[in-house]
């Protein structure tokens, strides 16, 4: 019981010798002799892990006796080892065949075989059948655990890991699968009690601290989950998964410039790391570090021209990075690789906007509108919408419970098309196309009843057609909404102004003042509300 196979661990019992009968020939037993010398061979070869070789010496040793039974049994190993499952089990069907002697051996291989070739029942059955003869040998339930888990009988998997542990506390493979299978099965605690016991006996395993943290990072237990990363790249600093699976903590919890030296190893250890580079170039994003951001997306762009999300991410970094010509060249390119995705004619939008060409602007608002309006009729309906790859992706298992995925897609595209919606409402009233303005305004509300800044635009498209009750109540929505939204304040404080309310008016300026200090736009309402102006 000494050599691992795969996944299972195998039984290999080597016969040098038989015993020859008073019947045997002088002659025979010369030939069964001769066998056993080159048989030696085979053994040799064999423990040196040179398959192919030991397979000459057992077919040279049947070739010269055919009596000499373990060679059969040992052949059979070796074509294991070879992949050559089928012509193994023949072998250990010989062996069995010549002498009952072995039987148990003769379960346990072909066993192994059967799993190997996926024929799973089979594979139970010589287990089962191995466990009538010998019920307390570890390895045969470790092995029927293996199958169990091919088959996803997770709870039958469980049982035998346990029998193992039963029989023998301190094997490890147990304890490990049992650990997997227990995280995989939302056990966490109990998965983390089997990580810990290992690292009691295997102090310095860095992929142990490494698989504890999955565990606590499954479970939520993301402060711990950390120190058992941070521990396992202590001890092995090219373990590449602690890095991901550490900086998706990281970023989950938006620690991004702790984040980015994590991100920055995997890309020195794979620079088309795709996961690495994409999360590091939206670290940099939110943390204002345009320019580091943009040659990461350059070298997504690199590995992947075709990847329309990468254009549009670097158009909107070079939009933020008041690089309006070259955005729109970025999302001409993203169009251009899918007509009909609506955040590229959005985001082009807001740069025609910047760049003040209107026309375009809304031109762009309404085909972005059109696409979302027909790709949540599609969802609404059950059709679906074509799905699109994400440009953020992390390692991180963090995910809530959820409503079914049709329903989540409508929830999403009825929030994009409230502030698509919104922002041509906010470009319309700017070109003091108010009516319009209005129109867009009450549909994004309509669409989101608590979407703040809809309502404090709304209001100021009714403050500017003297509708000024129905602004007041905006501006007082926007407010309960979000009482950190400084310009809400500012609104209010010129429709209470428009109604002669000036004290009240200069209160819900002080209050915008607060939120953003020493701001021009406000200062000067302030001082045009004192003037009564």
Known sequence: ?????????????????????????FAQKAQIKAAEV??????????GGNYEEALKHYNQALKISDQLTGAYNNRGNT????????????????????TKKY????????????????????????????????????????????IAEAAKKFDKALEDYDKVLSINKNFRPALLGRATLRRNAMLFTESVEDFTTLLKTNPTDANLFYQRGLTRQDMGDFGN??????????????????????????????????????????INADAKNIFALANRANAFKKIKKFELALKDYDALILLNPNQMEYWIERGG??????????????????IKLNANH???????????????????????????????????????????????SKTIETTAKLTPKQAPKSSAIAQELTLRLADYYNNRGYLKNQLTKSAEALKD?????????????????????????????????????????????????????????????????????????????????????????????
């Open 103 to 146: 039987q148990k051996t003769y379960y346990f291989n072909t066993g192994n075989c059967y799993y190997n070739l996926g024929q799973y029942n089979k594979a139970v059955k010589n287990y089962n059948e191995y466990i009538k003869l010998d019920p307390n040998n570890e390895l045969v339930y470790f092995n029927r655990a293996k």
């Open 342 to 388: 609506h955040p590229a004619y959005y985001n082009r939008a807001l740069t025609y906007k910047s760049l003040k060409k209107f026309a375009e602007a809304l031109k762009d608002y309404d085909k972005a509108i059109a696409l979302v309006e027909t790709a949540l009729t599609a969802e609404n309906k059950g059709v679906g919408t074509p799905k699109t």
């Open 79 to 98: 074509l294991e080892k070879l992949g050559r499952y089928e012509e193994a089990l023949k072998d250990y069907e010989k062996a069995l065949a010549s």
């Open 1 to 25: 019981m000494q050599f691992q196979f795969g996944n299972l661990f195998k039984i290999s019992f080597f016969f040098l010798c038989l015993f020859v009968g008073s019947f045997t020939s």
């Open 225 to 266: 989950a950390l120190i058992d990363y941070s521990e396992a790249i202590k001890l092995n600093t090219n373990l590449l998964e602690a890095y991901a699976s550490r900086a998706a903590i990281r970023l989950m919890q938006e620690k991004f410039e702790s984040a980015i030296p994590d991100l920055t190893k995997l």
């Open 441 to 533: 305004f009450d549909k994004a509300i309509a669409l989101d009843s608590t979407f703040a800044f809809a309502y404090n635009n709304r209001a100021a498209a009714k403050l500017a057609t003297n509708k000024l009750p129905e602004a007041l109540k905006d501006c007082q929505n926007s407010i309960r909404l979000d009482a950190q939204n400084a310009f809400a304040y500012q609104n209010l404080a010129l429709v209470l102004a428009k109604m002669g309310k000036k004290a009240e008016a200069l209160t819900e300026m002080e209050k915008a003042l607060r939120l953003i200090p020493n701001n021009e736009e406000f200062l000067a309402t302030k001082t045009k509300i004192e003037q009564g102006k």
């Open 38 to 47: 080159v048989f030696k061979k085979g053994l040799e070869a064999y423990a």
């Open 317 to 334: 970094l070079k939009r933020l990075a008041a690089m309006p010509d070259a955005a729109l060249l970025d999302f001409n390119q993203a």
